[in-house]
């Protein structure tokens, strides 16, 4: 099993910027593919960024050109500049470990305008 904690959310205005971590209590830079996800309320979970082992990273198209995922020893990292009302959610960090996909509690992003 896999515990995953992120951290860095936050209540910022409209253009600001935020910087959230994850971590897991296994070391996990030998998973492939590590991704941060958003769920904002009465909607559903949806993915915003991915890095594999190898650095390549894919945003979707509310992300791109914003944010920016890396991974750092056991640690990924989301950062987030010239955000919007409409990122407003609770943002993921998803581990895939053997057959099991692991999520921590979320951080929760708010951006006022």
């Known amino acids: 099993q896999v515990q995953v904690l992120e951290s860095g959310g936050g209540v910022v205005q409209s253009g600001g910027s935020l910087r959230l971590s994850c971590a897991a209590s296994?070391?996990?830079?030998?998973?492939?593919?590590m991704g941060w996800y958003r769920q904002a309320p009465g909607k559903q979970r949806e993915l915003v960024a991915q890095i594999s082992s190898g650095g390549i990273s894919y945003y979707s198209d509310s992300a791109r050109g914003r944010f920016t995922i890396d991974r750092v020893g056991d640690k990924v990292y989301l950062q987030m500049n010239n955000l919007k009302p409409e990122d407003t959610a609770v943002y993921y960090c998803?581990?895939?470990?053997?057959?099991?996909?692991?999520w921590g509690q979320g951080t929760q992003v708010t951006v006022s305008s």
């Open positions: 998803n581990v895939p470990w053997g057959l099991t996909d692991y």
């Open positions: 296994r070391a996990i830079f030998s998973v492939e593919v």
